[in-house]
Nanobody, 121 residues
Framework: QVQLVESGGGLVQAGGSLRLSCAAS????????MSWYRQAPGRQRELVAT???????DYVDFVKGRFTISRDDAMKSVYLQMNNLKPEDTAVYYC???????????????WGQGTQVTVSS
């Protein structure tokens, strides 16, 4: 059994910052690519940022220069530092990871439950 648990969401004024965390737990052999997605009301879930097992990162255009994704493999965690937040960043943010399960050494994908980020103008 593997779980992803996000934390760090909340209410912030425009221009402010938040740091999201996502911790994986369970029978994990290794974690490959980890990503953050977000879903605003009435909109489809969209990719925000990705970090691979080597630390390589990729961002969608609308967060470049404002958001930073990082990971700590010892803590089985991924983070999203969000600076200069805008009202349009308001959404539920989800952690997503490809994890190799220790029971069969096969790779499976998992979602966290989401954490709400609200940016007021």
């Amino acid at each position: 059994q593997v779980q992803l648990v996000e934390s760090g969401g909340g209410l912030v004024q425009a221009g402010g910052s938040l740091r999201l965390s996502c911790a994986a737990s369970g029978t994990i052999f290794a974690i490959n690519t980890m990503s953050w997605y977000r879903q605003a009301p009435g909109r489809q879930r969209e990719l925000v940022a990705t970090i691979d097992s080597s630390g390589g990162t990729d961002y969608v255009d609308f967060v470049k220069g404002r958001f930073t994704i990082s990971r700590d493999d010892a803590m089985k965690s991924v983070y999203l530092q969000m600076n200069n937040l805008k009202p349009e960043d308001t959404a539920v943010y989800y952690c997503y990871a490809w994890i190799i399960w220790s029971m069969d050494y096969r790779e499976y994908d998992y979602w966290g439950q989401g954490t709400q980020v609200t940016v007021s103008s």
